[in-house]
């Protein structure tokens, strides 16, 4: 499977990265954030809530497991990292199905019960502020979102 490798610099490059990614966006697709404490997720999180539109500032949502935004697509954004090896079902395909984006950090911990579409981000810390963003697309609408992001120069 094809995948993109995008590298920035700083936290507000990774943040611009993900305002970017953001406007590409469309109703009901789903992204999947993994990689270390620390890597950037939330980071990331952040710059794609402000590419969303949403005023509010956007925090880890370690107890909530699931906080909503409004914006000119609602934000789904979901922190399983606590979910390890449970069975609770969350609801999450009413949130995947509906008019928003979700955006899951630890995903891999539920990875049985994501939508077989998906974007798959993995942030890696490669310097003290570099990181390498690697982006792995299930499904066409979002291989040509990669394409599109690369295309404008990013990761060049
Ligand atoms: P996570 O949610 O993956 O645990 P956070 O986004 O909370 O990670 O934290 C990432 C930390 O790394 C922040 O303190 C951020 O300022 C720092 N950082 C340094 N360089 C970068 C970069 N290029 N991209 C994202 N974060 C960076
Ligand atoms: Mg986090």
Redesign the pocket.
Known sequence: METFDFR????A???FFARSLAEKLQPGMVLT?N????????????GLAEGLGIKRNVN?PTFTIIKEYQGRLPLYHMDVYRLEGSEEDLGYDEYFEGDGVTVI?WAERIADRLPPEHLDLT?R?TG????TITLKPVGDRYVSICKEMHHEGFGA
């Open positions: 920035t610099k700083s936290p490059e990774t943040m954030l990689g270390d404490l620390g890597a950037g997720k939330t980071t990331f999180t952040k880890s950090e942030i810390r003290e502020n570099d990181r």
